[in-house]
């Protein structure tokens, strides 16, 4: 099947809902409306009001809703319209999904999906664009993914659904139509923790997530015009995160570039970079450097272009790796 991301993440939800009856979906305008970027099309005529809930323009009353239906064995995939909207929630993500398993002592958990678009690059307003997934990354109890294709997209939201622990979904609106690609219909998952090889090299480790996957492939394959041979990597979540798979990699190369659409103080770039650190010290030939966006509010829609990173930085820094 020929899908972009929209498609690929419709079929996975409508196929996690005939799959499992306690599967349900809740969010603003997600019923009728089929959503805001209409991902939900067509899952509340097919499915009844009951399991697709149109719900009031309140976050932290989703998420609370949600955490309660899956801590008494609904599977519920909550959606908030845009990723800067998660912050009214944020009290019931941190304070109590990612708590409950421990809090509980085992006897209850959450095993709950929350959806949002984030990340830049379609002239968004404000509260619109921001990549905040290092946010969640730094609380413990909570799983955050990041899709960079529909193939990908469709693998891992099913896994999402499935597992036992609440998920950050978090989806590039940048990449939602604007790329199709083959997707198998059948229902498949693809395991969280696990990072993606996009493409093998030798020289540099590239390492990207969500929409700076792509960024990541066309910097390297401006790279290996010049003759360079770098190897993309795609970690699909950020926690858990694939520390095997990077280590790997890097040991490999023995330099390393860390691309990501979000502000560069405290990202999870830096978290990697730390990780590389301890890891790969011995086997690191030059030091681990960041491609990110600026340390300031994401930009007015004129300045946004400036602001994202872009395959221009990400040779300049491959580059500068391989020249110390």
């Given at each position: 099947m020929l899908a972009t991301m929209v498609d690929a993440l419709n079929q996975a939800l409508a196929q996690a809902m005939d799959a499992n009856p306690r599967v349900v979906i809740l969010g603003e305008d997600v019923g009728r409306n089929g959503g805001v970027f209409r991902v939900t099309a067509g899952?509340?005529?097919r499915f009844g009001p009951e399991r697709v809930i149109d719900t009031p323009l309140a976050e932290s009353a989703i998420v609370g809703t949600a955490i309660g239906m899956a801590a008494y064995g609904l599977r519920p995939v909550a959606e908030i319209q845009f990723?800067?909207?998660l912050f009214p929630a944020f009290d019931q993500?941190?304070?109590?999904?990612a708590r409950?398993?421990?809090r509980s002592?085992?006897?209850f958990a959450a095993p709950l999906v929350i959806r949002a678009p984030y990340g830049g690059g379609v002239r968004a307003p404000e509260l619109h664009s921001d990549s905040i997934e290092a946010l969640f990354t730094h609380i413990?109890?909570?799983k955050v993914v990041i899709p960079s294709s529909p193939a990908e997209a469709k693998g891992l939201l099913l896994a999402s659904i499935d597992d036992p622990d609440p998920v950050i979904f978090l989806e590039p609106m940048t990449l939602y139509r604007t790329v199709r690609e083959d997707v198998p219909e059948e229902p498949y998952e693809l395991p969280l923790g696990t990072l993606r090889v996009v493409r093998p090299g030798r020289d540099v480790t590239v390492v990207a997530w969500g929409a700076m996957v792509a960024v990541a492939a066309r910097a390297a394959e401006s790279a290996a015009e010049r003759g360079l041979d770098p190897e993309v990597l795609d970690l699909r979540s950020l926690c858990p995160l694939d520390v095997a798979g990077l280590?790997?990699?890097v040991q490999k190369t023995t330099r390393a570039v860390i691309v990501q659409e979000a502000p560069?103080?405290?990202g999870v770039g830096a978290e990697i970079a730390a990780l590389l650190a301890e890891r790969c010290l011995y086997f690191l030939s030059a030091p681990v450097l960041r491609v990110a966006a600026f340390d300031v509010p994401y930009p007015v829609v004129s300045l946004e272009k400036a602001y994202l990173p872009d395959p221009e930085r990400v040779v300049t820094a491959m580059t500068r790796v391989l020249e110390a």
């Open positions: 899952l509340h005529a990723a800067g909207f993500i941190a304070g109590q999904a409950l398993r421990s002592a085992g006897r413990p109890g909570l280590v790997a990699s560069k103080a405290g």
